[in-house]
């Protein structure tokens, strides 16, 4: 933006006019902001002194909050390099989003947006540049990876993510995963900080992966977060089970070869779950609703069966689990909430 262009956008905007003619895009604005009131070399003040030239700190500066406040904090970080006063407002707007999205590449690229935004930012480096704004924070962090598995066309080695990002730099309460390998979910989790977490959701990954799952409920992120979602697990075992010990909720499908003893276990075990206020199972087993409450010792009333409720006494405890338990094609799905 020219020097011409950018005076009458100022003197517009100071007499409050916001009826232009023209797109103003905010890295259009941030462009002129930082060119405009960069200091000159001092031959070039020599020469070209106009007394009258607007400067960016004669701006009001509630103007100066509403161009700083509509830009996001990749555009706002040019801001924080023409001054320290402007630098200083800036860092003054807190930048919370409401969600961001990270992409990870087949060829080791980062590509990532923010809430609703079309605008894709890219490049290496870039994004490490936000754990260095103050207050940075994102509500729902979506992570993805594409292309990963397999052979690639130009057959990009495989790197590590924490060769292109630092681990734990971002605070985020609510992570989305949806990666092909738990390898990919775990270092993808690493980007978020662990204390700061509230929930997870991982989406269904590989079939062959599911023995590798032990090494997602050692992250710092799994044992520190409440709320767990996770939408594929082979089999069921007590022992993976007792991961989501420490958890307020959690939701999980399972699958696989089940027995009635099964069922069993399950409602022995979550009934040790001393913070659980509730969750779900999906249970894709092969076992119809009438056998599952039979295996529990539950009273089947007669003719047909689609849901069925049920209230279990845990041993020496006055705290009992609710059982709801929904017929649903080839699963059943099971809700449990704790009464205290």
């Known amino acids: 933006m020219a020097y011409m262009d950018y005076e009458n956008l100022y003197n517009q905007l100071s007499r409050g006019e916001t009826d232009f003619e023209i797109e103003l895009k905010p890295e259009a604005i941030v462009e002129a ?51 320290k006063a402007i630098k200083n407002l800036a860092d003054s707007l807190p930048p919370v989003f409401e969600s961001m999205s990270i992409a990870w590449t087949s060829c080791n690229s980062l590509y990532w947006k923010f809430n609703d935004n079309p605008t894709e930012h890219f490049g290496e480096g870039k994004l490490e540049k936000l754990s260095n704004i103050p207050g940075f924070k994102v509500n729902n962090l979506r992570l993805r990876s594409y292309g990963r598995c397999g052979r690639t ?62 090494k997602f409920f050692n992250t710092e992120q799994f ?60 249970i894709v087993s092969g076992f119809q609703i009438r056998e599952i409450c039979k295996a529990l010792g539950i009273k089947i009333p007669l003719g047909s069966l689609k849901t069925i409720t049920h209230r279990y006494q845990i041993p020496e405890s006055n705290k009992c689990l609710d059982f709801k338990i929904e017929s649903g094609g080839p699963s059943i799905l099971m809700k449990i909430m704790r009464i205290r």
């Open 223 to 282: 044992k520190k977060t409440k709320n767990v979602e996770i939408l594929s697990l082979q089999g069921f075992d007590v022992e993976v089970l007792s991961n989501f010990s420490h958890l307020k909720s959690f939701k999980i499908k399972l699958s696989g070869d089940f027995v009635e003893e099964d069922f069993l276990r399950i409602r022995e075990t979550i009934s040790t779950f001393e913070d659980l206020e509730k969750c779900e199972l999906r």
């Open 33 to 83: 902001l930082v060119v405009n009131t960069m200091p000159m070399h001092p031959v070039e003040e020599i020469f070209h002194v106009d007394p009258g030239q607007k400067n960016l700190m004669n701006m009001p500066v509630s103007l100066m909050f509403k161009i700083a406040g509509n830009l996001d904090p990749v555009e706002r970080t040019a801001l924080r390099s023409v001054n």
């Open 153 to 214: 066309l130009f057959n990009y080695p495989k790197t590590k993510l924490a060769d292109v990002l630092p681990e734990s730099f971002l605070n985020a309460k609510n992570v989305d995963i949806n990666v092909a390998t738990i390898n990919d979910a775990i270092q993808l989790l690493s980007i978020a900080k662990p204390g700061d977490l509230e929930s997870i959701r991982l989406w269904p990954v590989d079939r062959s992966e599911g023995e590798h799952f032990p």
